[in-house]
């Protein structure tokens, strides 16, 4: 028993990292200017200040760290602190600190409360069981960063997903972009950080009760950012100044923008515009969608239907209503712009067999925007067949790419296999228009598009939630995507009113659910109608047919009534949106968003998830059911609530059962801010 007690005081040194046998010399960490560094057993890391109050960890096995960005801004210079202890280093940027364990590089972030935000997950049967790398040939790597989570804790953010989550605890979400799904890894807890993975990489995000993880399929090293702040709205700004914000709003593009599947000529879509006009129905923006044109890859008018698009321009700028074109990044080989583009490596191409990715009245390939080359081609073209005619509206459809079959592994980009960039393709097809508007001097910029990545917001971007149902479940879940797509910088999003597709219900509860989401449109950021409506119309000589009428005057006079009332909610918001969008440009703050953004002291407003604030001062409960009476509202408290219907105000703090009928969604104001629902 001595002799164990003897061997135990000999090796106390080795064990605590005291004692002459760890020195700083010998350790495992080392400062290189402002970047603390730990290097042991194959791995590397590095962890540095980037910006305010914010931390970059990057790791790999191939010990090369690259510089890489993936759409983070530049930051002013922070100082951090590193020390450098027996056993241990410590690295703070503000109020966010990590603390490293040397022994197996073991990664704490704390607050300056000396609260635990993330902690790297640990076994202490599995080394460095946190960062796992499985090889996939010289620098790339299959990575997972895993984290231990507490199960109170609430998570947001990651973009939009039809999973009818607004709390994601519990979910796993794939890193892809698809139809419906668009990935801006960001995600936000409510123990006050943030965390951005900085990978466009194929991947998967576990949000388990007891752990958080990330992986990528194929990359180079795990690179993420943290940050700290007390508020979910300071962490949104903060991400925001990380990733940028969107310009400001056009006025025009607060009103209705209407549109259908699809308007089949320059007559029929001036028609509906005149209608407009004539019944005295306030609109902002009317749309030409898709094979409006001679050949995917052509980006110009079939001339058949659209035989004068300049004057079909100005006649509607003469109503004030702006014309929103469809421009898809596909290309057929019958384009009288293919050979070249493949000639010049300007599309994507297959690491095996033919460039063929999308079959749709065809086979389409799609144009490789990762490419700056490819990018000012494909804006040339546009610029001469549309914009010089006085289009400055684009609609940025199969932005993710829609490729079918889905096999990243087999898509070759400019910027690398299709497993490790996949995630970036609609930032850059974005960037394209935008960059080429902005050179051509454009100032009110504002494009939709159907996917999104981070940074997107910096193009004026208006992102859509895709091809969705037209039922109640589906709008359910529209207003959880739209909460949590807020959260990730994204001030313009809207919903196709309706849902594109019809759904198997009856023709009444199709008019019920139009009715509710037209209601819930009108207190969207943008305001739009769109879908695909029975019977399918057949257009001789085209290659697509057209859809039904879908104007509010399409449905029948009750329904009729009821738009056309919401429609001057809209008018009378138009200020409150503008002056709120002014702030989203500035400061990066939602238009719309979860109610514990704005009372983050409520601890039930965490657990609401079918209620939103619609800037500051409007609290807006949509009706999510079919043939409800009444529905639950919960007052988030330290306010007094203003029924805009009827006048009556409510005290903070308290749930009210409140009748419904099928003419009025219930909304309520604070801060003095008055609205009239007649």
């Known amino acids: 028993m001595k002799a164990y007690y003897f061997l135990a005081i000999l090796l106390l040194p080795f064990w605590t990292g005291g004692g002459k046998a760890q020195t700083v010399a010998e350790s495992l960490f080392k400062i290189s200017g402002d970047r603390l560094i730990w290097e042991n057993e194959g791995e590397v890391f590095w962890i540095e200040a980037f910006g305010q109050n914010t931390l970059r960890f990057r790791s790999t096995r191939s010990l090369h760290i690259s510089d890489e960005i993936w759409n983070i801004l530049p930051q002013p210079e922070s100082k951090p602190v590193i020390t450098i202890k027996p056993g241990m280093a410590i690295i703070s940027n503000g109020n966010i600190r990590a603390e490293i364990r040397e022994e ?74 698809k139809n419906t799904q668009i990935s801006i890894p960001f995600l936000l807890s409510s123990k006050g950080y943030g965390f951005i993975w900085n990978n466009p990489s194929i991947g998967r995000a576990e949000l388990s009760m007891t752990q958080t993880s990330f992986s990528a399929k194929y990359a180079k090293q795990i690179d993420y950012f943290i940050f700290s702040e007390s508020t979910p709205a300071d962490l949104v700004r903060h991400y925001s100044t990380l990733t940028g914000k969107s310009p400001m709003m056009p006025s025009f593009a607060t009103g209705l923008w209407q549109s259908k599947l699809r308007y089949s000529s320059q007559a029929e879509l001036l028609s509906v515009a005149r209608e407009y006009k004539k019944r005295n129905l306030p609109i902002s923006v009317i749309v030409a969608d898709f094979f409006h044109w001679t050949n995917s890859g052509d980006w110009k008018f079939d001339p058949k239907f659209w ?44 690491e095996v067999g033919v460039n063929a990715f999308l079959p749709f009245t065809g086979y389409l390939t799609f144009v490789d ?28 459809d199969e932005a993710e790419p829609e490729i079918d079959p889905l096999d990243y592994e087999n898509v070759r980009y400019y910027k690398g296999n299709g497993l490790e960039v996949s995630s970036i393709y609609p930032y850059n097809f974005a960037q394209a228009l935008y960059d080429g508007q902005v050179a051509a001097g454009q100032k009110d910029i504002i494009n ?35 909460l949590n797509i807020s959260l990730c910088g994204i001030p ?7 849902g594109f597709f019809w759904s198997k219900d009856t023709p009444e509860q199709f008019h019920e659910v139009l009715i509710r989401w037209f209601q819930f449109g009108a207190f969207c950021p943008v305001m ?9 119309i057949k257009i001789e ?11 509010v005057w399409s449905y029948g006079d009750e329904t009729l009534k009821i738009m056309s009332r919401y429609l001057q909610v809209r008018e009378q918001l138009k200020p409150y949106i503008l002056k709120n969008m002014e702030v989203a440009s500035k400061e990066g703050t939602p238009m719309m968003r979860p109610l514990f953004f704005d009372f983050p002291n409520d601890q039930l407003c965490y657990a609401v998830e079918d209620q939103y604030m619609f800037g500051p001062d409007l609290l807006v409960c949509p009706v999510l059911q079919y043939q409800v009476k009444s529905r639950k509202i919960y007052f988030p408290e330290g306010s007094a609530w203003k029924d805009a219907l009827t006048g009556k105000v409510y005290k903070g703090g308290q749930w009210v059962e409140y009748a419904v009928t099928l003419d009025n969604i219930p909304v309520f104001c604070r801060n003095g801010f008055e609205l009239k629902i007649k």
Request: proline share 4%; net charge neutral.
């Open 104 to 177: 197996d590089g073991l990664v704490t972030y704390l607050n300056e409360k000396n609260e635990i935000l993330l902690k790297e997950a640990y076994h202490h049967h599995v080394t460095r069981i946190a960062r796992q790398y499985k090889s996939r040939g010289s620098d790339r790597f299959e990575l997972t960063l895993t984290f231990e989570a507490e199960k109170t804790e609430h998570l947001y953010g990651m973009g939009q997903y039809p999973n009818d989550c607004l709390d994601l605890k519990g979910t796993v979400l794939e890193l892809a972009q």
């Open 541 to 551: 000589g085209s290659k697509v047919g057209s859809g039904s009428p879908n104007e």
């Open 307 to 350: 035989p004068d698009p300049a004057g079909m321009v100005k006649e509607l700028d003469s109503m004030g209503i702006k014309l929103l074109v469809s421009i898809w990044p596909t290309v057929q080989q019958e384009s009288e712009n293919y050979v070249t583009m493949l000639k010049k490596n300007y599309l994507i191409r297959p």
């Open 448 to 482: 939709l598009i159907r996917c999104a990545w981070i940074g997107s917001q910096r193009f004026g971007t208006v992102l859509w939630s895709g091809d969705i149902y037209g039922d109640f479940e589906t709008l359910r879940r529209q207003v959880k995507a739209g």
């Open 369 to 396: 925007v990762t490419n700056p080359d490819a990018r000012q081609f494909m804006w040339e073209k546009i610029k001469k067949n549309y914009y010089d005619l006085g289009i400055r509206m684009f609609w940025l």
């Open 492 to 498: 313009w999003w809207n919903t196709d009113i309706g």
């Open 528 to 536: 739009r109608m769109h879908g695909q409506r029975p019977p399918a």
